[in-house]
């Protein structure tokens, strides 16, 4: 098994930064990469950007593009979502996830909530 706890969010301006982390314990040899989703009011779920675990490498949603960075530290086993120039639109609930290499994300955070005011 595999937990997630997630830390950080919270009610900042549009332009603002803020960095959502994502503590990862147990099983941990056999994570294979981290994801970040969002789901807003009314709306489906949404990728956002995803971590491999190993090599760190980083994919993301065009939305967030070139303002938001996802990160690792191996120490702490831990990954992190840096959010710059953040918009109105960002508001969400944001999660990360675990997944095992050809696996569906199946270990979720408890999801913390980002609301971005104009």
């Known amino acids: 098994q595999v937990q997630l706890v997630q830390s950080g969010g919270g009610l900042v301006q549009a332009g603002d930064s803020l960095r959502l982390s994502c503590a990862v314990s147990?099983?941990?040899?056999?994570?294979?990469?981290i994801g970040w989703f969002r789901q807003a009011p009314g709306k489906n779920r949404e990728f956002v950007a995803t971590?491999?675990?190993?090599?760190?490498?980083?994919t993301y949603a065009d939305s967030v593009k070139d303002r938001f960075t996802a990160s690792r530290d191996t120490a702490k086993n831990a990954v992190y979502l840096q959010m710059t120039n953040l918009k109105p639109e960002d508001t969400a609930v944001y999660y990360c996830?675990?997944?095992?290499?050809?696996?569906?994300?199946?270990?979720w955070g408890q999801g913390t909530q980002v609301t971005v005011s104009s």
């Open positions: 971590i491999n675990w190993n090599t760190s490498s980083t």
């Open positions: 996830a675990g997944r095992q290499r050809l696996q569906t994300y199946n270990y």
């Open positions: 147990g099983r941990t040899f056999s994570v294979y990469s």
